[in-house]
């Protein structure tokens, strides 16, 4: 009896862990008659890095588009952290701990590096409007803080030479790592990544990788869309491999490599 | 960018201190005149730049809210024998809401769309003024109340004592409006530098980054709206104790496209640029009187030349032609592609 009560609790714990951070249930999309994401279903566990792979138009950044609330679905249910979440905009799912970059740089070239980075601690400073017009010594703090926090991170992701750069200035490699470092200013729980090596050089991949495994190291769970194999095969804990919107085929990146079907995809398109 | 270096140097104080020696080079009445005028005009576009300039989002209707505030202003102590405070509050008030409620369903539409809409409500509230007469006189305008502040009127005809000093009721009405556009500055410049100004920047920088980190842009960009239209109210309000007289026209289509040239000209997004910008183009008739018919064909042309010319306006096209005479420090190379 004494075995039986101690086996319940493992297998308790064990679904406690395996309870996913995010899943996707029989989503859809389509454009005209494309069918962009169709019927896709998958789990992410919490602190996974998590790879989402697929030749071009496969339909990874529109999943990511409606993950994060830019696209709404046309099917489909989405839970992050066990609660229904399609269909939220994005600006409520960053206060759910959603943030993420964007394939084409979504960065603001009217402000500085430091000023991309402040506006991802948006969520978690005091906006009181009285205090922002009169420039209240408690804003004050609260901006030197936040200033304090921002630089940090640039240095994190490796943009220390940039702090006080115009971001129009900056070469594209550094603007890829400043919207990482933005991302990670809003304290995600979840970070999406789409093609974060896109346009970079081999010492730039290698800087990139060592800087998603610290993030991950951090506790932060990391969904990654990428076309840089190497990179997605050393870093990945699992692995989704989308064709015309569809799973392909889902597993560690072992299992991936030696799929007949992925490869028979690869090498055929 | 280009706009950083005129934030760079202390703006304020220099601003302040260029406010405080002008008259010395104001050679009479007629000119100080002109600058009081002036710089409630520059204090209503410093308000409108961070609509339009920061924020990114056209209004080419905000004479609707400075003619709102004057009327408010005119009627409240005219008909209704208010005291001018709470009668620009009043003014102010009505503004806010009237701002909010129409910027509720406006600000969702973009670019041409939004110009469009705000062109017609502009529109709308001036042939309001223009029509209902038993309120607002009609065409033929209203002559207005001095101001009066803690029960003493402030008239540009008087003289007054300061400090043992004689001074007139224009000096004094001069001292003021400087002061009023300093406030305004302070306010602004407060504003662009909070994490308010940061979201409002974002909006315009990229929407979509701003709404993916939390930035609720919708309510931002009513927000900026509401302070716009408000500091047009306001301003709007002293400008009819002013002048003392005020028709439609402080309403009128043709006040709108000023002020936003105003704003394009000096530079969007910098605050002193839009200043300059007030400045050039309120000394403009004055300086081309003989042209008084073509002054509409005047601006629209300066608003074009502008935009094909010098997009980013002319002060920070000018800082950044003097930044790029300085020495720089060798930057580092350039990695990666695109
Ligand atoms: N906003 C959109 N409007 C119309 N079609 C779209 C849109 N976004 C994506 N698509 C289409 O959906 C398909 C998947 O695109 P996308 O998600 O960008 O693929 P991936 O990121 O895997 O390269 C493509 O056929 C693309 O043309
Ligand atoms: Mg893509």
């Known amino acids: 009896m004494n075995q039986n009560v101690q086996q319940t609790e493992t297998s308790r714990d064990d679904t406690a862990r395996l309870t996913p951070l995010l899943e996707v249930r029989g989503l859809g999309k389509a454009f005209g008659g494309v069918h962009a994401v169709d019927d896709l279903s998958f789990r992410i566990l919490p602190g996974e890095v998590y790879a989402v792979i697929g030749p071009n138009g496969a339909g990874k950044t529109t999943l990511f588009n409606l993950i994060t609330g830019l696209y709404q679905p046309d ?6 952290k066990g609660e229904a979440v399609q269909g939220l905009p994005p600006e409520r799912l960053a206060r759910l ?65 940039y702090v006080d750069a115009d971001a129009a200035a900056m070469p594209y490699g550094a603007l890829k790592r400043l919207e990482i470092a933005r991302a990670l200013a809003t304290q995600p729980s979840i970070l999406l990544l789409d093609e974060p090596a896109a346009g970079l050089n081999s010492t730039e991949t ?24 190497k990179l997605v095969m050393s870093i990945s804990d699992r692995v989704l491999v989308l064709d015309y919107g569809r799973k392909l085929a889902e597993g560690t990146p072992r299992e991936i490599r030696d799929n007949p079907d992925v490869i028979a995809a690869y090498l055929g398109g | 960018m280009a706009l950083r270096l005129p934030e760079r140097v202390p703006g304020l104080p220099v601003l302040a201190l260029v406010l405080l020696l002008l008259p010395l080079f104001l050679g ?29 989002q056209v209004s080419l209707g905000h004479a609707a809210f400075f003619g709102m ?74 002559a207005v109340e001095p101001l009066t502040v803690l029960g003493a009127e402030l008239s540009i005809f008087d003289h007054y004592s ?59 960009k ?34 709108s496209i000023e002020l936003i040239t105003m704003v394009v000209l000096g530079g969007m997004a910098s605050t002193y640029g839009v200043i300059l910008g007030a400045v050039l183009l309120m000394l403009l008739p004055q300086l081309l009187t003989d042209f008084q018919d073509y002054e509409m064909m005047m601006f629209g042309l300066i608003l074009m030349l502008t935009m094909i010319f010098m997009p980013k306006g002319l002060l920070p096209t000018l800082s950044e032609a003097v930044r790029r005479l300085r020495p720089r420090p060798a930057t580092t190379p350039a990695s990666g592609q695109e």
Request: proline share 2%; aromatic share 8%; net charge neutral.
């Open chain 2, 69 to 142: 505030g004057a009327y408010a202003s005119a009627i409240l102590t005219g008909t209704y024998g208010w005291t001018s405070i709470p009668a620009l509050l009043c003014g102010a008030l009505l503004v806010a809401v009237l701002a909010w409620t129409l910027g509720r369903p406006i600000l969702r539409l973009k670019g041409h769309y939004l110009s469009m809409a705000t062109l017609g409500m502009g529109i709308i509230i001036a042939i309001v003024i223009n029509n209902e007469g038993w309120l607002t006189g009609g065409p033929d305008g209203l």
């Open chain 1, 97 to 161: 701990g959603m943030s993420r970059t964007f394939q084409n740089l979504q960065i603001c070239m009217n402000m500085t590096a430091l000023e991309n980075v402040m506006l991802g601690r948006h969520l978690h400073l005091k906006r009181n409007f009285l205090a922002a017009l009169l420039r209240w010594p408690s804003l004050r703090a609260s901006e030197r803080t936040c200033r304090a926090q921002a630089e940090e991170l640039i240095r994190f992701v490796g943009c220390g030479d």
């Open chain 1, 75 to 80: 099917q489909g249910e989405i839970s992050l």
């Open chain 2, 28 to 56: 009479n009445e007629f000119h100080l005149d002109i600058a009081t005028q002036i710089a409630l005009i520059a204090a209503t576009v410093v308000g409108l730049n961070l609509l339009v300039g920061y924020g990114g």
């Open chain 2, 222 to 255: 009513l927000l900026i709206f509401v302070i716009s239209a408000v500091y047009a109210s306001v301003m709007g309000s002293f400008y009819a104790h002013y002048t003392g007289f005020i028709t439609p026209q402080v309403a009128s289509f043709e006040h």
């Open chain 2, 162 to 220: 300061l400090l043992g000093l004689e001074v007139s009721g224009a000096m004094l009405w001069y001292g003021l409006a400087a002061l009023l556009l300093l406030l305004a500055v302070w306010i602004a410049q407060n504003l662009v530098d909070s994490p308010i100004g940061r979201a409002l920047r974002a909006v315009h920088g990229s929407e979509v980054a701003a709404r993916v980190v939390g930035v609720d842009t919708s309510h931002y």
């Open chain 1, 206 to 229: 290698a800087a990139l990788e060592q800087l998603i495994r610290k993030v991950a190291a951090g506790g932060i769970t990391v969904v990654l869309v990428e076309h840089d194999m």
